[in-house]
């Protein structure tokens, strides 16, 4: 099957719904047990917010099959509580894996200290749910946290970091919050065969890249979504995630909202449209970006995606290469005939101006989820397109004409 190449797969801010199906599951403090865990386990001396979490994300992982990966490293708490919560320390942390372990509720592997000339982004330490907490924990309830940071920040290196509170950040807040509001009388489903309903996860059976069947585990309750923000600046990236945005694309089209089906309409080439806006030069009807003459089209469009994304140009040309499977050499001449084509954005071809445009298109977004939300419309956003109810299509591509006609005479200005 031929996977149409769309802004999505070349997206720079790396997100959750981008990673590794097999991956496992990062301590983040994202369930909760209740309190009185610890007297359920036995187990004193240890803070017991951080304890319900930490088992709370335990629980959740071993409905994956999943362990819950962790950091021994202090430099890695600090200025995380935002996004985790204030018991999200490593004092916290390490106190309560040492008496989970201790009492044979964890199997715990320590990850060897690294030394600093390696980095900070080394192997994290893991611990799996054994038989023993799951028989205690049998029928406890695992929920949400009452309250999660809704603005997220990461740095270069792809790291969460704390920021300032501005109005302007607060604004921001206020909105997404709102979406979420809305969001939450949304129930989704999936009605194909094999998918499944486990407690906290919608399950879908998938075969991998690499041609093994695997399951896909979506969080399906209490849905909602976060701003992510990317180079430790609130004018780079800045779209919107949510756990739907993992289900494959090609199953998307059986996605329910509230039993309904659904359409989702979509932005076309919005990225190079609004490079060619923040131009001053607005692609006309029919122009088209991706066409050489020399290379196929489907080359063509890759390499306007790619290069608009990657930081340098050596960058581009060698991310082209891999992702084609070609030589440097006709990577080299696609990307120069990439930007003969298109003289008016050659300037942002390999310049990481992607992250730039990621902030323009979250606005664009935000404008209609809102204006959706106005008329009654539910959406579930993925990015430059939105999942909403098939009866409310026709009206949803009428509310991103008017918001991308705003939309370029703001990026003209």
């Given amino acids: ?186 129930e989704m489903g999936l009605p194909l065969p094999g998918v499944t309903q486990e407690a906290h996860h919608l399950v879908i059976p998938h075969v991998a890249k690499t041609g093994n069947a695997v399951d896909i585990y979506i969080p399906n309750d209490a849905l909602s979504v976060r701003r992510l923000f990317c180079r430790g600046s609130f004018q780079c990236g800045g779209r919107l995630y949510g756990s739907w945005q993992q289900i494959p694309s090609a199953l998307r089209s059986s996605v329910t909202l509230n039993g309904e089906p659904t359409a989702e309409p979509d932005f076309s080439s919005i990225h190079p449209r609004l490079a060619y806006a923040m131009a001053g030069r607005p692609l006309a009807p029919g122009d088209d970006p991706y066409t050489t003459g020399d290379f196929p089209r489907k080359h063509g469009k890759l390499a306007v995606l790619v290069s608009l994304n990657a930081p340098t140009t050596t960058a581009a040309v060698g991310a082209i290469a891999e992702e084609l499977g070609t030589p440097r050499e006709y990577a080299s001449r696609l990307l120069k005939a990439v930007k003969a084509k298109n003289p008016d954005i050659a300037h942002m071809l390999g310049t990481d101006a992607g992250v730039i445009l990621q902030r323009r298109d979250s606005d664009i977004a935000l404008d209609v989820i809102e204006a959706c939300h106005r008329d009654g419309i539910h959406v579930l956003p993925v990015h430059d397109s939105f999942i909403v109810p098939a009866k409310h299509a026709d009206r949803t591509r009428e509310i991103m004409d008017r918001a991308w006609s705003e939309a370029l005479i703001s990026a003209a200005a």
């Fill in 1 to 186: 099957m031929e996977i149409e190449l769309n802004e999505k797969n070349y997206s720079i801010c790396y997100t959750a719904a981008q990673a590794e199906f097999d991956r496992d599951t990062p301590l983040g403090f994202n369930w909760t047990a209740d309190r009185s865990i610890a007297d359920r386990l036995g187990l004193q001396g240890v803070d017991k917010l951080a304890l319900a979490s930490v088992v709370g994300d335990l629980l959740v992982a071993a409905e994956t099959g999943r362990a819950v990966s962790y950091s021994r490293n202090k430099n890695f708490y600090r200025g995380q509580q935002r996004y985790c919560g204030g018991a999200y320390t490593y004092a916290n942390v390490t106190g309560c894996v040492r008496a989970l372990e201790g009492a044979g509720y964890i199997e715990n592997w320590t990850a060897p200290a690294r030394s600093p000339r390696e980095g900070v982004q080394g192997v994290q330490s893991r611990m799996r749910a054994t038989p023993l907490l799951l028989e205690a924990c049998h029928g406890l309830p695992v929920t949400r946290p009452d309250s999660r940071e809704t603005i997220w920040l990461r740095d270069v290196d792809g790291r969460n970091v704390d920021y300032a509170e501005t109005r302007a950040v607060d604004r921001m807040r206020k909105r997404v919050e709102r979406i979420n509001a809305n969001i939450l009388s949304i």
